[in-house]
T-cell receptor, first 111, second 115 residues
Framework: GENVEQHPSTLSVQEGDSAVIKCTYS??????FPWYKQELGKRPQLIID?????GEKKDQRIAVTLNKTAKHFSLHITETQPEDSAVYFC??????????FGTGTRLLVSP | DAGVIQSPRHEVTEMGQEVTLRCKPI?????LFWYRQTMMRGLELLIY????????DSGMPEDRFSAKMPNASFSTLKIQPSEPRDSAVYFC?????????????FGQGTRLTVV
């Protein structure tokens, strides 16, 4: 089955810096790669996703890149703000709705 | 729509007791998932349903765990008997099928503490 690895487990940056979180997946059939943000005590919520026919996708300060050959994808957050502090999860799906999540990255943005 | 609704929000029970967690998916969604979240293991998929039928229960840790979906608007996750190591946050999520994967919408979760 699919296995998703996520790094780093924790990431501390200064406000205004960029943050990068990386994930690798094992199943070459996976074709959908969402990223979820979970604030303390709240539910995970989708922030951006990418499908296998696209190499990069941007939404304001957030971007995701996908390298299907290497089976890895990354989340990039630019101009970080304190409200970006949260746990971020990557996930992969092979098209049959089953989402397998990475172990999460705790991002702390210091003012 | 109110989103995915889970109950209870918090549950504290004694070891050996039966625990039932409940979930109401978003109307019109045909996929329902049960996840368990712990610090050590992150978000683990326990089981998921399509059109009320269990598709994959390979993540269910042991026979003490069972899940049902009697109709399109209700699902339960039962633990019997409960053990302290079952303490975690349990999330229900739902999504729409249609040939390709789509966003999963999560409920607010049930924080289970087994003492």
């Amino acid at each position: 089955g699919e296995n998703v690895e996520q790094h780093p487990s924790t990431l501390s940056v200064q406000e205004g810096d960029s943050a990068v979180i990386k994930c690798t997946y094992s199943d070459s059939a996976s074709n959908y790669f969402p990223w979820y943000k979970q604030e303390l005590g709240k539910r995970p919520q989708l922030i951006i996703d990418i499908r296998s026919n696209v190499g990069e996708k941007k939404d304001q300060r957030i971007a995701v890149t996908l390298n299907k050959t290497a089976k890895h994808f990354s989340l990039h957050i630019t101009e970080t703000q304190p409200e970006d502090s949260a746990v971020y999860f990557c996930a992969a799906s092979n098209g049959f709705q089953k989402l397998v999540f990475g172990t999460g990255t705790r991002l702390l943005v210091s003012p | 729509d109110a989103g995915v609704i889970q109950s209870p929000r918090h549950e504290v029970t004694e070891m050996g007791q039966e625990v039932t967690l409940r979930c109401k998916p978003i109307s019109g969604h045909d996929y329902l998932f049960w996840y368990r979240q712990t610090m050590m293991r992150g978000l683990e998929l326990l089981i998921y349903f399509n059109n009320n039928v269990p598709i994959d229960d390979s993540g269910m840790p042991e026979d003490r765990f069972s899940a049902k979906m009697p109709n399109a608007s209700f699902s339960t996750l039962k633990i019997q008997p409960s053990e302290p190591r079952d303490s975690a946050v349990y999330f229900c999520a739902s999504s729409i099928g249609g040939g390709s994967s789509t966003e999963a919408f999560f409920g607010q979760g049930t924080r289970l503490t087994v003492v």
